[in-house]
């Protein structure tokens, strides 16, 4: 029987864009042919809010995007494996900014880790207890990406956190851009957002949209590997 992949997004910090990931990776997972279920973790349930205008829902939900349902940790954890196995090549889990004992679970529960981060020197050090924590629970690091990469300050940065990280830096950089928020108001993952404004697929403005979209590739070929 095919095993559904399971890939949990987790900074113990806050606000450096686990959510953002899981929406936007989504969206490129479905693109691909891959059948996604979004689980919120977090309390915040802002994926929920996200996905779905009306604050009410049950079980698992069916997104506007053909191959992304959604649900809760909580509901989640009442499916059975075989339905989950059936239904879906992906799980996504946003994760709280938090390490508490569920969160430590679900560490645990997942195949594999990705840890989005912002550059700077209280981010470096706190990936070190992130990283120590997902190895103490025996899930694999996937790997390390930087979130709202700005050149015109972080170009030494990133070569500071290549060194110290090494491999388990990815490559894929997601760059700052205004047009997050701009589509998460629209309630749009960001290259929803641009096809529905009409936006021509080249210039600066898709670089975020290329950035997530390589990120998904390179997560899918070594989840795939
Ligand atoms: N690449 C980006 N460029 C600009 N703003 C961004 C980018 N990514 C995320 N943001 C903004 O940063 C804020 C935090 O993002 P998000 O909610 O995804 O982070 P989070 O890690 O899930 O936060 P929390 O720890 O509260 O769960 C949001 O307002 C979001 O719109
Ligand atoms: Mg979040």
Known sequence: MKTTKKIGIFNNKGGV???????NLAYAFSKNGKRTLVVDCDNQENCFS???SDQSGNGILDTEYEGIKHTTW????????ATCNNDFDYILFDLPPALSDDVKLIIKHVDTVYVPTMLGEFEIQGLKKVTDEINNQGTKLGGIFVTMYQAKNDKELIEQFREVLQNRLMNSVIPYSTTVRESQKAGLPIEAYFIERNVPPIGTAWKIVNAYNSLADEILREVEA
Request: no cysteine; hydrophobic share 45%.
């Open 17 to 23: 864009a686990k959510t953002t990931s899981i929406i």
């Open 74 to 81: 909580q509901r989640y954890t009442s499916l059975d494996v």
């Open 50 to 52: 996200f996905f779905f």
